[in-house]
């Protein structure tokens, strides 16, 4: 089945600083979702994928697609304790289908 | 409401109790997932629906577990004779057809 894996698993890095958070499949990805999370509270949709090449930006966050739509990288620049939570990459699990799989989520935290 | 509300917010249970959570969607969204969330893990799918017919329950751990959407808007997940492996945070999502998911805050089980 297919499997997402997300690097580092926590990642804790000054203000300012710019960082970068990789989800890695096994198998082609048919769409590429990217969520974030805050202790206790749902997932809030950031981004979606679809497009070998696909790069698309919010603020300042921005998030990439490879060509071979197997792997997607979430890049933050300047960070803000406000980026601080969990960073949950999902993946549609087959083609034409709502069901969502995900990453085990990496942790960011930001100190001033 | 705005957005998916899902209730109660916390629940405690002893072993061996029945727990019935709670999920009312987005109005007119037509799928609803439940997802289970281990501490510090990544949400895992339960099950889905497209309005009232349940699509696919292949996520569910074990017949303890039973979801239902009768009339195709709020959905109940149900788990009987609750054990301690049941502790998570269960997340319900819906989304109009085949577009990204809206995650409600999440229900709290601890199982005691």
């Known amino acids: 089945s297919q499997e997402l894996e997300q690097s580092p698993q926590s990642l804790i890095v000054q203000e300012g600083k710019n960082l970068t958070i990789n989800c890695t499949s096994s198998?082609?990805?048919?769409?590429l979702y990217w969520y974030k999370q805050k202790y206790g509270e749902g997932l809030i949709f950031l981004m979606m994928?679809?497009?070998?090449?696909e790069e698309k930006s919010h603020e300042k966050i921005t998030a990439k697609l490879d060509e071979k739509k197997q792997q997607s990288s979430l890049h933050i620049t300047a960070s803000q304790p406000s980026h601080a939570g969990i960073y949950l990459c999902g993946a549609d699990k087959s083609y034409n289908t709502d069901k969502l799989i995900f990453g085990t989520g990496t942790r960011l935290q930001v100190f001033p | 409401g705005a957005g998916v509300s899902q209730s109660p917010r916390y629940k405690v249970a002893k072993r061996g109790q029945d727990v019935a959570l709670r999920c009312d969607p987005i109005s007119g969204h037509v799928s609803l997932f439940w997802y289970q969330q281990a501490l510090g893990q990544g949400p895992e799918f339960l099950t889905y629906f497209q309005n009232e017919a349940q699509l696919d329950k292949s996520g569910l751990p074990s017949d303890r577990f039973f979801a239902e959407r009768p009339e195709g808007s709020v959905s109940t997940l149900k788990i009987q004779r609750t054990q301690q492996e049941d502790s998570a945070v269960y997340l319900c999502?819906?989304?109009?057809?085949?577009?990204?998911?809206?995650f409600g805050s999440g229900t709290q089980l601890s199982v005691l």
């Open positions: 999502a819906s989304s109009p057809r085949a577009e990204k998911l809206f």
């Open positions: 994928l679809q497009k070998g090449g």
């Open positions: 198998k082609t990805l048919y769409g």
